[in-house]
C-alpha cells in the first residue's frame, strides 16, 4: 500500500521566491496534519485538516504560510515569500480518524532557502 | 501549546547496555505515543498507551504511561545497532499531537 506521498523531497530557492510543497495522504485517511521540523524547535504541528476542513492553524507561522486541501487526496503547503528562517523538513501525516491515534508520516520535504 | 520535554535530549551507549528516555509534561493526556525516526525519513509509530499506569512491550522495548497520564518513559533492554535512531514521544489533545524535544540515540557496536 502507498504510504504519505510528499513532493518535492528537497527544495533549494532563494529568499523572496514562492515555495509550494505537496502532500497526498493515505486513502481513506480523514485527518490531514502539515508538521515542520528543525533542530532547535523539534516538530511542530503548522495545521490540520479533518475531511478537507482547515481545523485549526494556530500553528502557521505567519502570513506567509498559507495551507490548502482542495479535496480527500491532495494537500499544498505554500510559503510566500520565503525567508530563510523557513528551512527546514516539511513533514505531511495522515490519520485515519478521530480516536486511532496513529500518525503515518511521509518522507518529508527538505526545504533550503538562501 | 503543551510542552513536552524528553531527557536525555543526546545519548551514546555501547551495544547489550540498558536505557531510559523519559518524557514528561504538566499537561495530561488522553493517551501518548512513542515515534522513532530515522535519518532522511518521517517518524514511524511504534507504541501507544492510553491509560495511567499502562506498561506495554515490544520486544526488547517497555513503555511506561505515568499514573496521571503526563509522563511516560521508554526502557530498551540490551540495546543494539539497528535501535539507533531519533525517539520521540507525542501526547495526544483530542485530534491533535504535540510531539516532545526528541531523544537522539546512538548504540555503539
Known amino acids: 500500500d502507498a504510504g504519505v506521498i510528499q513532493s518535492p523531497r528537497h527544495e533549494v530557492t532563494e529568499m523572496g521566491q514562492e515555495v509550494t510543497l505537496r502532500c497526498k495522504p493515505i486513502?481513506?485517511?480523514?485527518?490531514l496534519f502539515w508538521y515542520r521540523q528543525t533542530m532547535m524547535r523539534g516538530l511542530e504541528l503548522l495545521i490540520y485538516?479533518?475531511?478537507?476542513?482547515?481545523?485549526?492553524d494556530s500553528g502557521m507561522p505567519e502570513d506567509r504560510f498559507s495551507a490548502k486541501m482542495p479535496n480527500a487526496s491532495f494537500s499544498t503547503l505554500k510559503i510566500q515569500p520565503s525567508e530563510p528562517r523557513d528551512s527546514a523538513v516539511y513533514f505531511c501525516?495522515?490519520?485515519?480518524?478521530?480516536?486511532?491515534?496513529?500518525?503515518?508520516f511521509g518522507e518529508g520535504s527538505r526545504l533550503t532557502v538562501l | 501549546t503543551q510542552l513536552l520535554e524528553q531527557s536525555p535530549q543526546f545519548l551514546s551507549i555501547q551495544e547489550g547496555e540498558n536505557l531510559t528516555v523519559y518524557c514528561n509534561s504538566s499537561?495530561?493526556?488522553?493517551?501518548l505515543q512513542w515515534y522513532r525516526q530515522e535519518p532522511g525519513e518521517g517518524p514511524v509509530l511504534l507504541v501507544t498507551?492510553?491509560?495511567?499506569?499502562e506498561v506495554k512491550k515490544l520486544k526488547r522495548l517497555t513503555f511506561q504511561f505515568g499514573d496521571a497520564r503526563k509522563d511516560s518513559s521508554l526502557h530498551i533492554t540490551a540495546a543494539q545497532p539497528g535501535d539507533t535512531g531519533l525517539y520521540l514521544c507525542?501526547?495526544?489533545?483530542?485530534?491533535?499531537?504535540?510531539f516532545g524535544t526528541g531523544t537522539s540515540l546512538t548504540v555503539i557496536p
Open positions: 486513502s481513506g485517511h480523514d485527518y
Open positions: 507525542a501526547g495526544a489533545t483530542g485530534n491533535q499531537f504535540y
Open positions: 498507551v492510553v491509560t495511567g499506569g
Open positions: 501525516a495522515s490519520s485515519p480518524g478521530q480516536g486511532s491515534g496513529e500518525l503515518f
Open positions: 485538516f479533518n475531511n478537507n476542513v482547515p481545523i485549526d
Open positions: 499537561s495530561v493526556f488522553s493517551s
